[in-house]
């Protein structure tokens, strides 16, 4: 029964990795890691600011639509009253337009990650 030990990854096994068949070689694992610890470098992990600045910004594109509408409304009520009112509808209105910006704009956000991790992988 012989348990040898892979000097290049310190598990059992004679194969890379200590995977059989893995079709990497160790010079392979090797560069791959690099380019990863590389790509780490040029794009920093993304702090608890970040996070915090992206939903500001989420919020905000939801905001500023909803009280535009409700604004425009009160202005449409008070200068141009009729039968029905404004105020309800156009903030309803702003609300929608807001959520559909912000699911843009989100959607385009997880696009362009899912883009650049797969041409990281390549």
Not at 22 to 29: D, R, V
Not at 81 to 90: D, N, Q, S
């Amino acid at each position: 029964m012989d348990e040898s030990i892979d000097k290049a990854d310190g598990k059992k096994g004679g194969t890379a990795g200590g995977k059989a068949g893995s079709g990497l070689g160790f010079a392979a694992q090797v560069g791959a890691q690099a380019a990863r610890k590389l790509k780490a470098q040029r794009h920093p992990a993304q702090g608890v600011w970040f996070g915090l600045g992206m939903m500001g910004l989420i919020g905000w594109s939801v905001a500023v639509p909803t009280v535009t509408g409700a604004l425009l409304g009160l202005w449409l009520d008070g200068h141009h009253a009729g039968k029905h009112a404004w105020t309800l509808p156009l903030l309803a209105a702003g609300l929608v337009l807001g959520c559909a910006n912000a699911w843009r704009w989100v959607a385009k956000e997880d696009e362009a990650m899912r883009a650049e991790e797969e041409s990281g992988d390549a």
